[in-house]
């Protein structure tokens, strides 16, 4: 059985798609006009991911203040900047497989966020935050097991179906984790926490809704979009499995005091998974 749901009507290709008059264009014309559909489609996907968290939000909290309310919306703009950043940057100068323009562009974009705007400290992302050494022995035994579990998974299955060379090594080890660890568990993650107190203690990690919010909406960044056709296209497997990891990444993150454990970790399992 298939894990991807497609939502709405049927319907014939929009006239932006295949089979139009773009395709009859110009090479410089036909470029422009795809890159800027790419992009109107990738904040049309943030959009619908913010839409889908909202009645979560209203459960929790009816009534939010007008500093909460700020705080809310200011997540949203850094979600949908960094769809449109992921997007619009995909220049593929070296011919290379992976996203490596766009994956930079969202860390750079992350970073002089957390430098220079007033809402976000360094100290808030964690990303300069202090580790604590006595967290190190259950976070690493958290992380290995995962990754132990996640190796075994794949020799066991022998799904190997991803690109595996140098170039996917380099950029999974890298780039991912710090781009998205930095903008979901350290600038979201720390927003939110303004918004929702971290109310109780998992294993001395405090956490708040601020994490299961964070995790859904890392869930539905990678298992809800909109496809060539503007058709709503909800991957059941891929939301549930990144909303598993970022959950436990928030707990990493949560329980050592930084953001470097949980890059880390993130890096690694993508190794795990892609190479």
Excluded at 226 to 252: D, E, I, P, S, Y
Aim: net charge positive; hydrophobic share 50%.
């Amino acid at each position: 059985m298939s894990n991807t749901v497609f939502i709405g009507i049927k319907s014939k290709p929009l006239p932006f798609g295949k089979g139009f008059f773009i395709e009859k264009l110009p090479v410089k014309s036909h470029y422009k006009i795809t890159r800027m559909l790419n992009l109107l489609r990738s904040v049309s996907s943030s959009v619908l991911q913010i839409a889908a968290i909202l009645p979560l939000l209203l459960l929790i909290r009816f009534k939010y203040s007008k500093k909460q309310k700020r705080l809310l919306i200011l997540a949203g703009l850094v979600l949908i900047a960094e769809g449109l950043l992921t997007a619009g940057f995909n220049f593929n100068f070296l011919k290379s497989y992976w996203n490596w323009t766009g994956k930079s562009a969202s860390l750079i974009a992350a970073v002089l966020f957390i430098s220079y705007n007033p809402f976000v400290s360094k100290k808030l992302a964690d990303f300069t935050g202090s580790l604590r050494i006595n967290s190190l022995y259950p976070v690493f035994g958290f992380s290995g097991t995962l990754l132990l579990l996640r190796l075994i998974f794949k020799l066991v299955s022998g799904n190997n179906d991803h690109v595996n060379n140098l170039e996917t090594f380099a950029f999974q080890a890298t780039l991912p984790g710090l781009s998205e660890e930095l903008i979901y568990r350290g600038i979201l993650l720390g927003l939110l926490d303004k918004v929702y107190p971290k109310s109780i203690s998992i294993f001395k990690a405090r956490i708040g809704w601020s994490v299961l919010i964070v995790a859904i909406v890392f869930g539905l960044v990678h298992g809800l979009s909109l496809t060539r056709n503007w058709h709503v296209l909800f991957n059941t497997q891929k939301f549930c499995m990144t909303m598993g990891l970022g959950l436990a990444f928030a707990w990493v993150k949560q329980r050592s005091g930084s953001l470097w454990p949980a890059i880390v970790f993130h890096n690694l399992w993508n190794l795990v998974v892609f190479s």
